[in-house]
C-alpha cells in the first residue's frame, strides 16, 4: 500500500466551526487531491495540487481550501462547516499526470459529521 | 471524458454467476478510462485501466473490461464471480489538466 495517512480518521463538528483535515505521503508524489464521497454521487473532486504552493480547484471547491506548504502535506480546510459537508473525504496521490495515466492512490478516508 | 455514467446502482448476484457492470463515458478528448473496487471500510484501488492499443484490458482478481469507442462503453465483467467480489465499483475517466472524474458507482452484493 502507498504511504498515505489521513488524520482524524473520524471527526464529529458543530456547524459554524472550522475543520482541517490533513494528509500525509511518505511517497514524495507531485499530485495530491481532496475528494469527498457521497451515496449516489461517487466520488467528486474538491481541490488538488500539483506541486508545493501549486493547487486548482475541482468541481465541488465552495465551502472549502487547501494549502500545501511540503511535498508530503495536503491540508484540506473547512472555514466554517455546514451539515452539507457531511461525508467521507479521501486524500489521493500520484507520482505525475499526463491526462491522467497515472494510478491515484487513495489514503484510508476520514469520516466527518458536521451536527 | 466529460461525464461517466454508471446506471447500475445495485446488483445482486450469485457466487459463480457471471458479471457485467456497465459504465459510458461522454467524449471530451483524451480518453483514459479506469475501473476502480472499494472492499467494505476500505480504500479504492485501482482494478484495470485503458489508454490506448487493445481493447480488452485485463486487471486485476480476474476482472477485465472492453472499450467500446462507437458505444462510448467500458463495461466490466467477470465470468465468474465470488463472496470476495462483494464491494462498490467505480467507473473514473480523464477529464482535464490533473483530473478524473468517477461515476456514482455500482453496489456489488454476492449471495454465498
Known amino acids: 500500500d502507498a504511504g498515505i495517512t489521513q488524520s482524524p480518521r473520524h471527526k464529529v463538528t458543530e456547524t459554524g466551526t472550522p475543520v482541517t483535515l490533513r494528509c500525509h505521503q511518505t511517497?514524495?508524489?507531485?499530485?495530491m487531491y481532496w475528494y469527498r464521497q457521497d451515496p449516489g454521487h461517487g466520488l467528486r473532486l474538491i481541490h488538488y495540487?500539483?506541486?508545493?504552493?501549486?493547487?486548482d480547484k475541482g468541481e465541488v471547491s465552495d465551502g472549502y481550501s487547501v494549502s500545501r506548504s511540503k511535498t508530503e502535506d495536503f491540508l484540506l480546510t473547512l472555514e466554517s462547516a455546514t451539515s452539507s459537508q457531511t461525508s467521507v473525504y479521501f486524500c489521493a496521490i500520484s507520482e505525475s499526470s499526463d491526462r491522467g495515466r497515472y494510478e491515484q492512490y487513495f489514503g484510508p478516508g476520514t469520516r466527518l459529521t458536521v451536527t | 471524458a466529460q461525464s461517466v455514467s454508471q446506471h447500475n446502482h445495485h446488483v445482486i448476484l450469485s457466487e459463480a454467476a457471471s458479471l457485467e457492470l456497465g459504465c459510458n463515458y461522454s467524449y471530451g478528448g483524451t480518453v483514459n478510462l479506469f475501473w476502480y473496487v472499494q472492499y467494505p471500510g476500505q480504500h479504492l484501488q485501482l482494478l484495470l485501466k485503458y489508454f490506448s492499443g487493445d481493447p480488452l484490458v485485463k486487471g486485476i482478481k480476474g476482472f477485465e473490461a472492453e472499450f467500446i469507442k462507437s458505444k462510448f462503453s467500458f463495461n466490466l465483467r467477470k465470468p465468474s464471480v465470488q463472496w470476495s467480489d462483494t464491494a462498490e465499483y467505480f467507473c473514473?475517466?480523464?477529464?482535464?489538466?490533473?483530473?478524473?472524474?468517477f461515476g456514482s458507482g455500482t453496489r456489488l452484493s454476492i449471495r454465498p
Open positions: 473514473a475517466g480523464y477529464s482535464s489538466a490533473s483530473k478524473i472524474i
Open positions: 495540487s500539483y506541486g508545493v504552493k501549486d493547487t
Open positions: 511517497e514524495n508524489h507531485r499530485y
